[in-house]
Every structure is written in C-alpha cells, then in structure tokens.
C-alpha cells in the first residue's frame, strides 16, 4: 500500500478517535471515565474508519474496481464494520453498555469477514485463517465476562457509576422511532432514566401554570425533575413538592442534588415505597415515574387525595411501554381518569380524574 492512503487513513482514525472521546467526554491527559477496556473501545472504531479509507483510495488508485472482488468485498466490509461499530458505541453511552462489547463486536466482525471473504474467494493464507479464528473466540470471550455481569446489574446504578466516572452531559434522546414520534432525535436527554429534557422543561412550564400547591412525585430518580417542578413552585412563591424515591444509592444522589441545588425548601424529599409512604393533604399534580409495573397502583392509590382540579402525569407512556400505556388506558376505560396522550420520545400521560369535575 502507498503512503498516501495510509497517511489517509491515519488521518482518518485519528480525527474519529478524537470524536470518539469527546461524544464520551474522556481525554488522554485523565484517568477519569476509563475502565480497563474503554481504550480498546475507542480505538476500534477508528481504525475500522481508518482502514476502510486507505483500502478505499488505494484500490481506487488503481483505476478498475470489480463488483466481484476480494478487494470491493474487503472494502464494503471494512465500510460496514466501522458504521456499526461507530453506532455502537453511541448506544454504549446512551445504555451504560459494558467496556468492552465494542472491541468484542469488532473482533468478531473482522475475524467472521476474512473467513467469509476466504469461502468466497479461497485467497486467505492458513496464518490469516488462524488468527481470524482467534480473533472471533478472542471476541466472543470478551462478551461472556462482560455482558452477564450487566445484564444483572440494575440500569439506575451503570448510570450513577457513568456520572461518577464521566460527569453528567445532555445528549440525544436513545428511544428508538414509534407510529406516534417518529422523530425522537429531536428532543435530548441526560440519561435514560430521567425524563427528556423537554418534559422537564414541561413540567416547570405546567406548575407555573396550574399553581399548585402540593405535588407527590413518584420515582425522584436522581431529582432533574423534582428541581424542575421545584423551579416552578418558587416562582410562583408557594407550595411544595413531596418525591418518593425507593433505591438508597439512587436516594443518596438525589438528596444530594436537591441539597445543592438551592431549592431544597420547596422539597421534601423521602426514601420510602410510592405504595406505602403516607401523604397528608389533597394533591394538586401527581407525577408518576417509578418503577413502570408500579405505575398503575400508583394512581388507584392517590387518585382519591387528588383534586378534581389538578393533574395526573404518567410518564413512560409511549408504545414501547405497553404496560404503564396499558395501564393508563385501562384507568380511563374504567371511567376514572381522561387521558390525553403526548408524542414525546417515552410517552408522556396527561390526565384529570372524573369523579368531582365539574
């Protein structure tokens, strides 16, 4: 190969690895945010890029590219590996995905299309074949002693552990497109857990409106909404929002955010279940966002203490969440909410009980 293509192609992988690291908010000249195979993560998507360029511009120095050909099959490879692996890694962020599933991914991708390429085209040498061998055994390994691990965990704690390592940074939305939003890339998002950014600003927008005077948050998460809904209460200049949260690690780190966030007056905030805690006093807003199978009883429970007036908000009402959309359809079936349903990337329940409405 010439220098110009590799010089490309080193190019090429340096530029992608440099965007790499910032979408995953890392630097060379810090430890924080590395685990023990995030580098690995990172490179392979740039020298999937990196290669695919050179291979690109040196078989096209040659003048003639056959559609059937080892070199046209390598480089449509080469061009598909680093797509995936690249969007891979985006989704890692997004899901707290293991370190490591992109470098297993790319291992496997890489070893699996020479052994493709050489029951195609019978080109390969048998040092070749062995280490595309070793490079999918190698690949799938690394699967096995990073996924099981994950799948157990719970995905409230990967992302605590991802604010530890990396800080907080807004991002685009990850649900993937529904019948009802089929754009979700335009709203954004810090986690996914805690609602769209643009619920949240939704929910300030509706307290300021509606003034309410007692809010009853199920599922505080880390707080972005109860802070939120809290802004809201202090510019209208009373009221005040009770938030239930249940996990003791996830209720640390909210308490810990509402205490310096400067609005911690306007809160009371609990570590105690949605279906146990006691609640004095009629609700204005009741905003479910707890555990999802929990959302229903949620609602039957609080629905008599809530004002004929006031609000019930159910998020994670989208179609990708049958059971709280389900469940909120069911209640209204029943007769004993109106529903009205938001297009917004996780679905969001706006909702009035019918019993006392005038």
């Known amino acids: 190969m010439t220098s110009f293509p590799l ?14 690291l910032g979408r995953r908010h ?8 590395w685990r023990g195979l995030t580098l690995f993560d990172v490179v392979c998507p740039a020298v999937a890029v990196g290669a695919a360029l050179a291979l ?24 598909g590996i680093a797509a995936f692996v690249w969007s891979e890694g985006r989704r890692q962020i997004q899901f707290q995905r293991p370190a490591g599933i992109v470098l297993a991914e790319s291992l496997i991708l890489a070893g699996a299309t020479v052994l493709m390429e050489a029951a195609v085209f019978h080109g390969a040498t048998a040092v070749a074949l062995g280490i595309s061998v070793a490079a999918v055994v190698a690949g799938g390994a690394v699967l096995a002693v990073t996924v099981p691990p994950f799948v157990k965990g719970y995905e409230g704690h990967r992302i605590l552990e991802r604010i530890s390592d990396q ?29 769209e ?11 300021v409106t509606v003034k309410p005077r007692l809010i009853v948050e199920t ?26 949260e249940y996990d003791p690690a996830i209720f640390a780190k909210a308490r810990e955010r509402i205490d310096a966030s400067g609005l911690g007056e306007w809160i009371e905030y609990r570590n105690a279940s949605s279906l146990e805690t006691e609640i004095d006093g009629t609700i204005d807003l ?16 609080f629905l008599p203490q809530v004002d004929p007036r006031g609000l019930i908000l159910i998020h994670d009402a989208s179609s990708h969440f049958k059971v709280v959309r389900e469940a909120a359809l069911r209640l209204e079936q029943e007769g004993l909410i109106s529903v009205v349903l938001l297009s ?7 909702a009035q009980k019918r019993e006392g409405r005038k």
């Open 7 to 20: 010089t490309a192609g080193a190019v090429a992988a340096l530029l992608v690895m440099r965007a790499d």
């Open 26 to 33: 890392l630097t060379l000249a810090s430890g924080a945010g």
């Open 56 to 79: 690109t511009l040196q078989t096209a120095s040659s003048g003639t590219l056959p559609i059937r050909s080892a070199s046209t099959w390598t480089i449509a490879a080469a061009l």
């Open 167 to 195: 800080g907080e940074s807004v991002q685009a939305e990850y649900m993937p497109p529904t019948h009802e939003c089929p754009h979700p890339e335009l709203w954004k998002m810090v986690d996914s857990q805690t609602s």
């Open 197 to 207: 950014m643009e619920v949240l600003d939704f929910l300030k927008a509706l307290v």
């Open 219 to 244: 599922g505080t998460f880390i707080g972005y909404s109860a802070i939120k809904m809290a802004e809201g209460l202090k510019a209208n200049g009373f009221g005040k929002i009770i938030t239930i």
């Open 286 to 301: 009741l905003f479910s966002d707890s555990h999802l199978p929990l959302r229903e009883q949620e609602v039957r429970r």
């Open 344 to 350: 917004t990337p996780r679905g969001l329940v706006v």
